[in-house]
């Protein structure tokens, strides 16, 4: 406990006395650091501007994605179940001689109808990732770009200040 509190006043000490320390003046700046200054801001500000479109635009096609997704879902759960309701009226309507058969050909309907519903639900699902992934490479790929065009204003306005 006495190392720890040794410790943390120490930091403070530390800290006060570079908190006092003078600070390193900057020469004055030239006009073609400020021009590069505000070309670099602009820059900046277009491109951070590009990437929330981008990013916008991204989220707004996983949206619409996952609508149409679930959409496609709700249809194919709709379809089982009206085939269902189909096989099992066929089978309520069966002579008793047939409905052994009726029953049987009722479950293979089913399962068909669950198969189809299931295959729907995991194409719908892979559309929706394949979306994800594609906007995910987006907002990446203007992210990098963005950071690109602050690096090239920092650059400028280096080479400016060198002048």
């Known amino acids: 406990m006495n190392k720890l509190l040794a410790s943390l006043l120490a930091t403070l000490f530390v800290s006060a006395a570079f908190a006092q320390a003078p600070v390193a003046t900057t020469a004055p700046a030239t006009p073609a650091v400020v021009k590069a200054e505000v070309k670099a801001d602009k820059a900046n500000a277009a491109a951070s501007k590009a990437e929330v479109k981008v990013d916008m635009k991204a989220d707004a096609k996983v949206e619409k994605a996952e609508a149409k997704a679930s959409e496609t879902k709700a249809d194919a759960h709709q379809d089982a179940a009206k085939a269902k309701t189909a096989a099992h009226a066929k089978t309520a309507k069966a002579k ?20 189809k519903t299931d295959k729907a639900v995991a194409n719908a699902d892979a559309k929706v990732e394949k979306v994800k992934v ?30």
């Open 96 to 115: 008793p001689k047939a409905h052994a058969k009726a029953v049987k050909n009722e479950v293979n309907e089913a399962v068909k109808a669950d198969a």
């Open 134 to 163: 594609d906007a995910a490479g987006d907002k990446a790929i203007a992210k990098i770009e963005t950071k690109t065009i602050k690096a090239e204003g920092k650059a400028d306005v280096k080479a400016a200040t060198g002048k």
